[in-house]
């Protein structure tokens, strides 16, 4: 009589089982890099050069994920950084943490909202990241908590003591001065890592609200009647994005980096500017107090008319001071090296005439 026997399933394809599944559960648990205000100007170009490098296991979270974020293979976390809850979901399994969330404005009325998030946010992040086993944390700030001056004769680096009293006037860089504080105190400690950025103004292609170029778009619309007494300091955001990326690889706990490429005088920008539109730059050239008194006037009345100003006091205010930077210590120790600032300069141009001038 023939005796038959059940087939067995061959063991390779068991082992080839196991090993599939050990690798879902490897990928599963390998930690996680954290974007907050991953969708913004210097966010976009963040995201893109880490996705480059090829980074993996990405969460970008912002209070809208658009869908290049998801076609990109990329975590999209919609919430609030003010949230507590929202903050919680965002550092779960995560080691990295990018913290560039915010806001940009020069109204006093934001006053309040840029507070909470810039500090009371912040404070939530750092928090909820000491809590969950972050180890690292690169943190937006701006050049402005440190690096301005009411001339031009000198040229501060990360040492220059904090123009608090210069800085309190406004409100964007009072909150972003504290920030810095909130984050210090919040996430130190032995295994903990946080490294402060400082970048100058952002300039180039990308910035979809205007939050940083809208300097170039008002001197291209010829909304920019005077030349101030100012200085500036700007890099590109490309360029500000590769440092970031360099800071969470070896920039020093509990340090800052100033980024800046150029620190050219006003009159001096808007010459490059003239050259590269065709838009002749303002030939007027006001002392400072006449500048910002007039300014004032000038809202002043529209405000009493509830109508919107053609000025804004506050930038004209700031554009009598010099915001003039030394990058070495970025330069010696992140390897940052900007490109030209004409090369900034041409392509925020193209950008901005392309999308926001027909």
Same mark, same amino acid.
Request: with cysteine; hydrophobic share 40%.
């Given at each position: ?66 869908? &290049? ?57 750092? %928090? ?21 001056? *009411? ?8 040492? &220059? ?46 910035? *979809? #609200? ?61 010459? #490059? ?31 009493? &008319? ?10 004209? %205010?700031?554009?009598?001071?010099? &915001? ?35």
């Amino acid at each position: 009589m023939a005796i038959t026997t059940k087939k067995r399933a061959p063991r390779k394809s068991a082992k080839k089982s196991a090993s599939k599944k050990s690798r879902t559960l490897a990928k599963q648990a390998e930690p996680k890099i954290l974007i907050t205000g991953g969708t913004g100007f210097l966010g976009i170009h963040l995201v893109g050069q880490l996705v480059e490098s090829g980074a993996k296991n990405l969460r970008v979270m912002a209070t809208s994920i658009p869908d &290049w974020i998801r076609e990109m293979g990329i975590e999209g976390l919609e919430g609030s950084i003010t949230n507590v809850d929202d903050v919680a979901r965002a550092v779960e399994d995560v080691k990295e943490v990018y913290h560039l969330a915010g806001k940009v404005s020069r109204e006093r009325d934001d006053a309040r909202q840029m507070n909470d998030i810039h500090v009371n946010g912040t404070r939530l992040l750092c %928090e909820a990241a000491k809590a969950g086993g972050v180890k690292s944390i690169v943190l937006a700030s701006t050049s402005g908590t440190i690096a301005v001056t *009411e001339n031009g004769d000198v040229m501060p680096d990360e040492t &220059w003591p904090p123009p608090v009293d210069i800085i309190s006037r406004w409100p964007y860089y009072a909150s972003k001065f504290y920030q810095e504080r909130v984050a210090l105190e919040h996430f130190s400690g032995r295994g903990l890592r946080l490294v402060i950025m400082n970048p100058s103004l952002l300039l180039g292609p990308g910035d *979809e #609200r205007l939050s940083s170029t809208k300097v170039v778009l008002d001197f291209m619309a010829r909304k920019i009647n005077a030349v101030p007494s100012g200085g500036l300091s700007f890099v590109d955001a490309r360029d500000a994005a590769r440092a970031f990326i360099a800071a969470m690889r070896k920039g020093k706990a509990g340090e800052r980096y100033l980024l800046g490429s150029a620190n050219w005088t006003f009159k001096k920008f808007f010459g #490059r500017l003239e050259r590269l539109t065709k838009t002749p730059a303002p030939l007027l050239s006001l002392p400072k107090k006449i500048t910002v008194a007039g300014a004032q006037f000038v809202d002043s009345l529209f405000r009493q &008319w509830n109508m919107a100003s053609p000025v804004e006091p506050e930038a004209v %205010e700031m554009a009598e001071y010099f &915001w003039y930077l030394d990058n070495s210590k970025a330069s010696n120790e992140l390897d940052f090296d900007p490109r030209d600032p004409a090369e900034t300069l041409q392509a925020t141009v193209a950008y901005v005439r392309e999308n926001f001038l027909h």
